[in-house]
């Protein structure tokens, strides 16, 4: 794209204006200056001498100036100044802010900014904190460090089956019970398989078929050892594991 490119120019507010103009116009030269403002639209000011005394808006310069010169502001004033807008949707908001510049006498009600927002809460926020700090270097004060919580992150910590390592894996263990026998495996896990269920522990395995009062698995169940001896699997434990 070339560099001499013309630039986009913003379209005004203000598209034409008089100012100072002696309220006499009306009399001597009531026509010519009728016509010249007759269906504009924009906002206007009234004045006494040099001093401002009202600011308003008008749909119809010529009606609304010409009601001036009878209502309550009849005699008050001697010059105005009006100042036509391109957009009427502007009026209200261009003219409410002149009033809070200017605050003329005439004007009894202050005007609103509707759309605006009050900043004064930022600024107090702003001016507390720097002064706030401003105090703590004056005195020494140290400020706190933050620090950040360390989020420490829970693990799981997966309980370790009691046979696993002390036999080989899918070695078969026996019990016998009220004359009748029974096996299972120890799988590779260190859990127990008994009637294609899992129990975690031998003693849990013994408990299903032990139903009523308390058994030691650890005993319960035996294992063959290289002479096919049946021997206790708590042969098997070592010292100080459970």
Known sequence: MSKNRIQKVARPIVVGHLEKI??????????????????????YGLYRRDKLYYIGLATDFRRRINQHLRDRHKGKWNYFSLYLIRKIDHLPEIEALLVRIAKPGGNKQRAKLKRS????????????EDTK????????????????????????????????????????????????QYKA???????????????????GAATAIIDRGAVNGWNFWKYKDTSGNLLPISRLRKSGRD
Do not use: C, H, W
Request: charged share 35%; aromatic share 8%.
């Open 117 to 128: 927002k009050n900043l004064s809460p930022r600024l107090k926020r702003l001016l507390t």
């Open 185 to 203: 495996k120890v799988l590779p896990s260190g859990s127990v398989k008994f009637n294609d269920k899992i129990y975690n522990t031998p003693t």
């Open 133 to 180: 700090r401003i105090i703590e270097e004056i005195l020494g004060i140290e400020k706190p460090v933050k620090r950040k919580r360390k989020i420490v992150k829970e693990k799981t910590v997966r309980k370790e089956r009691p046979l696993k390592g002390l036999v080989r894996g899918y070695q078969s263990i026996y019990a016998s019970y009220k004359g009748k």
């Open 22 to 43: 002696s309220s006499k116009v009306f009399d001597q030269y009531r026509k010519q200056i009728t016509d010249m403002i007759r269906g504009n639209y924009g906002v």
